[in-house]
Every structure is written in C-alpha cells, then in structure tokens.
C-alpha cells in the first residue's frame, strides 16, 4: 500500500471524460420531425372545408408535439461526464442541458453498477425518484453511483464507468464540504 495518495493521483489523468448514446433516440427525433412536417404540410396546403379552428388546432398541435417530441429526445441522445481535479460535471444532448456539476468535496463514495436500466427510473432522461436519488439515464448499461454527503445518490450511464469510479476514489478527499453560512 501507498503511503502518497499523489502517486496513486498520478496513474490517472488530469480529466477524465466519458460519454454513453442512445441511438434510439434519433428514431424518436424523426418522429418529432415528422409531426411537425405534418403540422406545416397541414397549414400550406391544406383543403379543410369544416372551418379554420379545427385547421388551427390541428396545425398547432402536431406542431407543438413535434417540437416536444424532438427537443426531447435530442436532449438525451448522449451524456457527457467529465471528472477533473475538482468535480464531477454530467452534461446531456448536443446543447449541454441539463447540467449538473458536483464538487467532489460533496462526493463520499462513488460505486459501479453493472446494469441501470430505464425502467428502473422510469424513463430516458434525467430522473428523480424518491427512494432512488437522481438519474441521468440514456441507456440501458453500466454506470456509476455518487454517494453525496447529504444522503442522496446520483447515477450516471456511461461507458467504461468502472475506470471513472476508479478516477473518483483516487481523487475523493476524506473531509466535510464546508457550511454554506
């Protein structure tokens, strides 16, 4: 055993990254896309002859749900985690969000799960269920769980998340996060 935690720090690098996708997902965006090409098709060319506010409802509907459907997914085609020195940053989508950054100070264990699934959860996404913690899931695999100070956990699907739990013990410190006062 070590008596320098700075040699143990040296065996990994100075910023980890990782990333899980849900191909999936694409099929889900086309969808969304679709229901807003119906929508537009709907108003240009459209032969409605029972009055405009069926046509309007109908034109804003599959346009709002098209925009749902597609936005949504998109936000969760892939996760991004990366692990520096100071924290744990989840990113999700191509825009980044949602995001969440934990500092490692408020880190007491981080643990691999072999299989997180989206049932667990209850969905794709960034979940939050009561007896669980907070999830970011895009996909059925491996991942990592963050023991926070404050008793709530935080799981992550990533690939090669036995290497990240490895990055986070080496870097966790053993003291409290200081008061917010």
């Avoid at 700075?6 to 990333?19: I, K, L």
């Avoid at 109908?58 to 100071?86: M, P, Q």
Wanted: charged share 20%.
């Amino acid at each position: 055993m070590r008596d320098d935690p700075r040699a143990d720090d040296a065996q990994h690098p100075e910023v980890w990254t990782g990333r899980a996708t849900n191909r999936v997902q694409w099929l889900l965006a086309l969808v969304g896309a679709a229901c807003m090409a119906l929508g537009i098709e709907l108003a240009v060319d459209s032969a409605w002859t029972s009055g405009i506010a069926p046509l309007a409802m109908s034109v804003v509907g599959c346009i709002a749900a098209g925009l749902l459907v597609l936005f949504g997914t998109l936000a969760f085609v892939h996760v991004d985690l990366r692990l520096d020195k100071e924290c744990v940053e989840v990113r999700c989508g191509h825009m980044g969000l949602p995001r969440r950054r934990i500092p490692l100070s408020h880190v007491t264990g981080a643990d691999f799960t072999a299989l997180v699934t989206p049932r667990q959860w209850g969905g794709w996404g960034y979940r939050w269920r009561p007896e669980k913690g907070t999830a970011v899931v895009v996909r059925r695999g491996e991942g990592i769980v963050l023991r926070l100070w404050d008793g709530h956990t935080f799981t992550v699907t990533v690939d090669d998340a036995e290497s990240a739990v490895r990055v986070i013990r080496a870097r966790l410190r053993p003291t409290a996060p200081e008061s917010p006062h």
